[in-house]
């Protein structure tokens, strides 16, 4: 099912003649349906790694001519959790899917402040207000200045998204869009 493209900022849907001064879109492939959850587990937990270039391919046809007018420098991607026991990035095979399709290369520039572990008896707010400060950019001097577009499996609260848009900021580069394969409808 298609999903109306709205801010990730502001959380309103979105048209040409929108004024949000930090209009940032959410490109989403499709809704969080039964059917793509099977997907995505299979990529993410089984391992079931061509599926990741898949999504990122599914992501080049969809959003092609959205991409071309934006004109970003880079694709970038949330990274692995810092203790993560898996053994490859499924969200950089999804960005390296989707940047051979278009022409565009992926940048490994983002990485966790912080371990999982760090949050463990956190209240969901004090998880949330954590979440916006939790990612830093790994190579600054290479990407002042560049434009982004960053890309994420499944897209729920939106504050892992917020968290790598605000790590580009700090690093003097700028997020033009957050594309993901699924968003949860809540
Ligand atoms: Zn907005």
Redo the contacts with the bound molecule.
């Keep these: 099912m298609p999903v109306p493209i709205f ?1 990730v ?2 959380g ?1 849907p ?1 048209t040409e003649e929108s004024n ?1 001064k ?2 940032i879109p959410l490109l989403a492939l499709s809704t969080y349906s039964d059917g793509i959850r099977k997907f995505i587990i299979k990529l993410k937990f089984h391992n079931y790694r061509p599926l990741g270039k898949l999504f990122g391919r599914f992501l080049a046809h969809r959003f092609c001519e959205r991409i071309e007018n934006l004109s970003p420098d880079y694709l970038t991607f949330i990274p692995n959790h810092k203790n993560s026991a898996r053994t490859f990035s499924h969200t950089e095979d999804i960005a390296i899917g989707l940047g051979e399709k278009i022409g565009i290369p992926v940048s490994d520039c983002l990485e966790w402040k912080f371990s999982i572990a760090h949050q463990i008896g956190k209240t969901g707010a004090e998880r949330e207000e954590l979440a916006s400060d939790s990612l830093r950019v790994t190579d600054e001097a290479n990407i002042v200045g560049k434009k982004f577009i960053l890309i994420d499996d499944v897209y729920t609260t939106g504050s892992t998204a917020r968290a790598g848009i605000q790590a580009l900021k700090n690093a003097g580069a700028e997020c033009l869009a957050i594309m993901v394969v699924a968003k949860q409808i809540s």
């Design positions: 801010c900022n502001c309103l979105h949000c930090n209009y």
